[in-house]
């Protein structure tokens, strides 16, 4: 009787199936019927979870109309999942299990997370996740003082989320038709939303390399 022989894959491999999980799997529940407010088709759902995971921003549909809060949820969920990375999700996941991680996932994250050293691989996916709640988090309550006041308390905290979660991640969504221009002479919105941009495109690495 024959032995199945493993499949080994290398790194880059690995990441980019990774990647292609999130896209398919943000894909079919993009397409479940509590996700959206109009009928959309599997292109719209593919190429929207596509462009979150991404971070892309494009879209071919509008995000605020078509998609439900749920549906909407889920593309923060992908924004946020291919913002800080795949690997970096599977480095806590594999931490929270047991202490330390394999060579050879160490190998993995650290290509995925451009490290030289596999030492700070750990101190780096950590810091990455943590940075990032952090900063997303500030944007929120900044945004939240323009948000509340226009929308509500419950609609204000939800948009000022969304628009801090997608702007740090450089992703580009917006669940307003005409995206931000209603606010463009809001200077507090503007100048948040875009140094969100500006900390989020530095990262982490940068921030580490710029404090030292």
Not at 31 to 57: D, M, R, Y
Not at 74 to 90: D, E, N, V
């Amino acid at each position: 009787m024959n032995k199945i022989k493993p499949i080994h894959l290398n790194p880059p491999t690995i990441l980019a199936l990774g990647f292609l999980s999130f896209i398919v799997f943000g894909t079919f529940l993009l397409k479940l019927p509590v996700a959206h407010n109009i009928e959309i088709t599997w292109l719209q759902a593919l190429f929207t979870a596509t462009s979150a995971v991404t971070v892309t921003g494009l879209s071919v549909i509008d995000t605020g109309t078509a998609f439900s809060h749920f549906g909407q949820f889920i593309i923060l969920c992908l924004i946020q999942l291919g913002g800080l990375g795949f690997m970096t999700f599977a480095i806590l996941a594999a931490l929270s299990l047991s202490p330390k991680i394999g060579l050879k996932q160490q190998i993995m994250a650290q290509d995925s997370l451009d490290q030289t050293s596999l030492s700070k691989v750990t101190f780096v996916a950590k810091g990455v996740v943590i940075y990032s709640i952090i900063f997303e988090l500030i944007g929120a309550i900044i945004l939240s003082f323009c948000f509340i006041p226009e929308f509500g308390i419950v609609k204000g905290i939800y948009t000022s989320i969304f628009f801090s979660i997608s702007a740090f991640n450089n992703a580009g969504f917006s669940i307003f038709p005409d995206s931000l221009m209603s606010f463009q002479s809001n200077y507090l919105i503007c100048i948040s939303i875009s140094f969100l941009y500006i900390l989020g495109g530095l990262g982490f690495i940068v921030l580490m390399d710029i404090k030292k």
